[in-house]
């Protein structure tokens, strides 16, 4: 029955990564626009648009009960601000780094971050690891320690992304947020900071009122993050080892996405990715295996 209920969680991170690696695509259609205002209209689309999905699904009752606890618990009042801001600096950063030479550092991050989230699950909730994952675990690790013999350091944007996470992850089922009413609710906290990035530069923001196509490129993004957060939101309700283990599929398809935007895998990096597209593999088998079962 377990295997059964994971199911859907399992689609939704799959469909959350391709939506995630279509969208790290898509912001090379939208300029002139620089990466803080592509992520100020992100945000200020997307929280309508989740808005919408959460009256269609029936679910407007996960942001009130949020808000009647709101008098209860006085914790909420800086526990809120404060999930906002973590998942809003990563929303940020995704849009930042690849025009701002730390798209490596931030791909580096993501390689990281199921490692991360693993112990994370392990260490702070206990989790089981089954046999397959411990084995999609070490591969994974294999490839991760050749990218950091590889990097000379690690940046900001690495940590960020690999302990940025885990951190908002944790919070969220702390407080019991962790839905998508708790995320509108950080989106919507976060829309004054976007509204400066977003219309903060009169003459960008010219070009976007004189070009239809850009206007129209502008909803598409909001649209596709608002769908693409609501299938990850739902993927965390997955113990956090698988959660952590699937979202190796998002950097591999960035990997895929850069290949076709011109970029090239340096040879000593094939260890990188054939240990972790390995790990995938494993995972794939365990995915199968689960579905017999049924």
């Known amino acids: 029955m377990q295997s059964r209920n994971s199911l859907p969680g399992v689609a939704s991170s799959v469909g959350a990564s391709v939506l995630f690696a279509t969208l790290y695509y898509y912001t090379s259609l939208l300029e002139p626009l620089d990466g803080q205002q592509i992520y100020g209209w992100r945000i200020l689309l997307t929280a309508p648009c989740l808005a919408l999905l959460l009256l269609g699904f029936g679910r407007w009752g996960e942001v009130r009960q949020i808000f009647a606890r709101l008098a209860a618990e006085p914790r909420l009042w800086f526990a809120l601000p404060l ?4 998942v809003g600096l990563q929303l ?36 089981a690891i089954s046999r397959l994952q411990r084995l999609a ?25 690999a302990l940025g996470y885990p951190c908002y992850f944790i919070l969220r089922r702390k407080i019991g947020t ?4 708790g995320l509108w609710l950080d989106l919507v906290i ?3 900071v976007a509204a400066a990035f977003a219309v903060g530069d009169s003459a960008t923001l ?11 490129l502008i909803f598409g993004l909001g649209a596709l993050s608002a769908l693409a957060l609501a299938l990850m939101i739902i993927a965390t309700r997955l113990n956090l080892a698988l959660f ?51």
Do not use: K
Request: glycine share 8%; charged share 10%; hydrophobic share 55%.
């Open 83 to 86: 999930s906002s801001a973590l």
């Open 92 to 127: 940020w950063l995704f849009m930042w780094a690849p025009i701002n030479g730390h798209g490596l550092d931030v791909s580096l991050g993501y390689f990281l971050l199921p490692l991360t989230l693993v112990l994370t699950g392990r260490l702070v909730f206990g989790e």
């Open 137 to 161: 675990c070490v591969l994974a690790a294999v490839g991760v320690g050749n990218e950091l013999l590889l990097a000379s350091s690690l940046s900001w944007p690495v940590l960020a992304v």
């Open 178 to 181: 962790a839905n998508l009413g």
């Open 190 to 192: 976060s829309l004054p």
């Open 206 to 216: 010219q070009q976007v009122i004189e070009r239809p196509r850009l206007q129209l």
């Open 244 to 294: 952590g283990l699937l979202s190796y599929v998002e950097p591999v398809l960035l990997v895929v996405v850069a290949l076709l935007l011109g970029e090239s895998i340096a040879p000593d990096q094939w260890l990188t990715y054939g240990a972790i597209w390995a790990a995938i593999a494993v995972l794939v088998v365990e995915g199968v295996r689960a579905l017999r079962r049924r």
